[in-house]
């Protein structure tokens, strides 16, 4: 029955199913041939696994995010990190990774950064001459270090979906998301000193300093949303409530680039975007339902654990079975469907659930580049109207750290469990 | 009919909207009254739970409307135009058969839970429960006039959209 839900999973995406509605149709169709079970379980369980205090952070997040978007703090940071990077030898294409380093610790969507930072980014990169295909490796790229470092949504999903602590979860995630963006601007390094692309003249330390000054409110808002959380101040959810605040305040009051009129825009399009994620969240709560109801954690924990009980082992076969998935769905699908059959397996396995944590997010956030279903990929191409196979091939070397750095991650644990381990009790 | 739902997807907009500032307001309230008034709040918590399932299902069936649901189009996009829109065909038919359905079973669980009180405000569960049916129904309805519009003007709306 199990291969049969994938079977039936697999076709509906095909033919263009939405991803959320595709997960709904392979479980209503096996529901159907399932005896003795009603198929009210399917809104039952939809509803349990939206109705979450903790997973009302991703609208918040992503609502405080876009509204400093739209205050256009973009070009302030990107000015701070031009200031900094921008003397080296393809500084742009460094500038977009750095933005993106410190974006990511404002938003926790890979796709928002991906199009606030791109939409600024590609454009002037292409006229700087790098190749149209090199701007959207990079800015495709940059952007999956957004998830990784904390706030992040994948880590809220994680945390709800395993009752982990989603704040240890926040400061794991920092340590990797900076190694592997500083992983990046080597990439980007290298490339543009072989391509000869142009490095801008050296900003003096006042220079800096004022770009910083001009964007502190910003940068420093992940040190805010951290400290309220790891102190214990305020939950998760309370923290990304107040990040909301936050955001209102600066871009209405200090930057001032937030007019009134903008809330409306900003308000329903955060909407919209809560709607496809929290819908996919519901269709796969009640898929990943159907496959327990037919036993595949215990058949699949049964079955690995048959071959080998080696933590090192398991932890490669569960990176390559993600990265597939992550190549084909949507990665808060792929963790709602994939943690309850995985995650009951790596405890048997005695892994570190944090550990697992940021394994499966890190994993998850490279699935973010890789064809066909590759979000930022797909939309830096649309956005410059790139060929996707030219995108993917400026990508591979990107890809190449994204991979070093998850195997690092992978059997190299205080690299995340060190910093939690620091702060926090 | 096409100007109908233009009224009514702009409504469930002002809703969303109206919405999303009250759940941001209940969140804000409860750290407000623990810290300020130094009483929390019980409601709040409850209330931004229950709204935040009427923002999925109404956004999703705004978002229906231009299809802007996360799509995969590896396959559809190499079919000749004739053929892709036999499979489209076969696709949306397999969205109506679900969205109708969930609208059916989700008129029956929220007719179970309106036996049920909420743990803190004591309202009926099914005041919670409705957004799925009345989601899925207008996505129903939403996407039942896309297929129509695109019908008349031979032409597909939209994609998927970027999350």
């Not at chain 1, 079970?37 to 039952?44: A, E, F, G, T």
């Amino acid at each position: 029955m199990n291969a049969f839900l994938m079977l039936i999973l697999f076709a509906a995406i095909l033919i263009r199913i939405p991803l959320s509605l595709s997960l709904g149709f392979s479980c209503l169709v096996v529901l159907f041939l399932t005896e003795n079970v009603s198929i009210l379980i399917m809104p039952q369980r939809m509803f349990a696994g939206i109705d979450s205090f903790s997973l009302l952070a991703i609208p918040f997040f992503l609502l405080a995010g876009n509204l400093m978007t739209a205050s256009g703090i973009t070009q302030r940071v990107l000015a701070f990190a031009n200031s900094v990077v921008g003397r080296f030898p393809g500084g742009l294409a460094m500038t977009n990774i750095v933005t993106n380093i410190f974006f990511g610790g404002i938003s926790g969507s890979a796709v928002a950064d991906c199009a606030a930072i791109g939409s600024i980014m590609m454009p002037a990169m292409m006229k700087e001459g790098y190749g149209k295909s090199f701007a959207v490796a990079v800015n495709a790229n940059a952007a999956i270090v957004a998830p990784i470092i904390p706030p992040s949504i994948l880590f809220v999903m994680y945390g709800v979906l395993t009752g982990q602590s989603i704040t240890r979860l926040f400061v794991a995630g920092a340590v990797p998301g900076v190694l592997i963006g500083l992983g990046f601007i080597l990439v980007a390094y290298f490339v543009s000193k072989k391509r000869n692309y142009p490095r801008h003249s050296p900003s003096s330390f006042k220079e800096i300093l004022v770009t910083f000054k001009d964007s502190a409110l910003a940068i420093l808002m992940p040190v805010f949303i951290l400290g309220g959380i790891i102190t214990g101040a305020f939950t998760v959810t309370e923290c990304s409530a107040m990040a909301v605040v936050y955001a209102l305040v600066v871009g209405l009051f200090v930057y001032r680039g937030l007019k009134l009129r903008d809330l409306i825009p900003v308000i329903r399009s955060t909407c919209h975007t809560t709607a496809i994620i929290m819908l996919i969240v519901g269709m796969a709560k009640a898929f990943s339902w159907v496959m327990i109801n037919n036993r595949l954690p215990e058949n699949v924990a049964a079955f690995i654990l048959q071959t080998t009980s080696n933590p090192v082992v398991i932890l490669l076969m569960i990176n390559v079975v993600l990265l597939i998935a992550g190549c084909f769905m949507e990665a808060n699908a792929v963790l709602v469907m994939f943690i309850p059959v995985l995650y009951p397996l790596t405890q048997m396995a005695k892994i570190d659930p944090i550990h697992f944590g940021i394994i499966a997010c890190v994993n998850l956030c490279v699935g973010l580049v890789t064809p066909p279903v590759g979000l930022t990929l797909n939309l830096s191409c649309q956005m410059t109207e790139c060929k996707l196979e030219d995108g993917a091939r400026d990508s591979l070397p990107f890809l190449a750290i994204g991979f070093i750095g998850l195997l690092v991650l992978t059997y190299y644990p205080p690299l995340s469990l060190t910093l939690p381990a620091l702060l926090m009790r | 009919m096409q100007k109908l739902l233009d009224w009514m997807e702009k409504a469930l907009d002002a809703i969303l909207i109206l919405m999303m500032i009250v759940m941001g307001s209940a969140v804000v309230l409860q750290v407000a009254s623990r810290y300020i008034a130094n009483r929390p709040t019980s409601w709040s918590e409850e209330v931004a739970r229950y709204i935040f399932v009427w923002i999925t299902f109404l956004g999703s069936a705004v978002v229906i409307r231009k299809r802007r649901h996360v799509d995969v189009s590896v396959l559809t996009d190499r079919l000749p135009p004739r053929a892709a829109w036999v499979v489209y065909l076969v696709a949306d038919a397999a969205m109506l058969f679900l969205l109708g359905t969930l609208t059916w079973a989700g008129i029956g669980i929220t007719a179970v839970a309106h036996r049920q009180l909420s743990a803190a405000m004591d309202l009926p569960m099914s005041l919670a429960y409705a957004a799925m049916p009345i989601g899925t129904g207008l996505m129903f309805v939403f996407l039942v006039a896309t297929m129509m519009w695109e019908w008349k003007h031979g032409r597909r709306i939209g994609g998927g959209e970027q999350l």
